[in-house]
């Protein structure tokens, strides 16, 4: 069983730590590796597949709790280019929780104003999701409040390879490629770096996820499990990234 700590009111000298991170700065964009659907439905008796849809039910908890916080850009990593490998029975039901939550959910995300963006390509993916995925983005273009970009069927290195791949298609000379260029070409396009990557269930790898615009971001991993990942755990890592020194490479100045 995942201990988790006691509730913030309950720990003595809270109110200090809660003014303390008020002034604290914040993400402007959160990555979140979601991990332990699986093992969430095995303490429980029950398949894979039902903690699948458990972890996908929790999200919208989660994108409410990032869109009060003020967080601009929340990336999930859902599927990647990995997952194919799972049994075909898994893969099945995570795509049909996808199509079902996507037409579940848009029409709610639109009206609080969020924008949706899909990372990843639709390889691989039905017609009809590869639609149900689009007509989605289309919907929400134009929200400004939050940006909620879904990486699935994502792999790290396939987007770089791509981003590659255009840059030589496009004849760019060698002398001119450059971060800003490259960075230009990935799928995150017009789109922050991570200011902090978030992980549950305990592991410690980003498999894949955001290779290179994770190069500064800040890393968070919790043993709780996915589906148990709610709005006090946001809170949680929010509060641990306030109290992060982010030097991106430079000494800091020490005062006087």
């Known amino acids: 069983m995942t201990h988790r700590p006691e509730s913030p009111t309950q720990q003595p000298g809270h109110e200090d730590f809660t003014r303390a991170s008020e002034t604290a700065s914040s993400p402007t964009h959160v990555a979140i590796i979601m991990d332990g659907n699986g093992r969430w439905a095995t303490s429980r008796g029950e398949t894979r597949s039902n903690g699948h849809r458990a972890g996908t039910e929790n999200v919208r908890q989660v994108v409410e709790a990032f869109a009060r916080s003020g967080v601009e850009y929340l990336t999930l990593f859902a599927f990647s280019t990995e997952n194919w490998d799972r ?33 990843g390509t639709l390889d691989r993916m039905s017609a009809d999701l590869g639609t149900a995925i689009s007509d989605g983005i289309e919907l929400t273009k134009h929200n400004t409040r939050m940006t909620l970009s879904v990486a699935f069927n994502y792999g790290g290195r396939a987007e770089i390879l791509d981003a590659v791949k255009r840059i030589v298609a496009s004849g760019v000379g060698a002398d001119r490629i450059d971060d800003e260029l490259f960075a230009s070409h990935l799928y995150t396009r017009d789109m922050p770096d991570p200011d902090l990557i978030i992980r549950t269930a305990g592991e410690m790898r980003l498999s894949n996820f955001l290779l290179w615009q994770s190069a500064y971001a800040e890393y968070y991993t919790t043993e709780v499990l996915w589906p148990d990942f709610d709005a006090e755990e946001v809170q949680r890592a929010l509060d641990a990234y306030g109290k992060r020194s982010r030097r991106f490479g430079r000494v800091e100045q020490q005062r006087r």
């Open 87 to 119: 049994p075909d029975q898994e893969v099945n039901a995570l795509i049909t929780i996808l199509h079902e939550t996507i037409s579940r959910e848009v029409a709610d995300l639109h009206a609080q104003g969020i924008r949706i963006r899909h990372l």
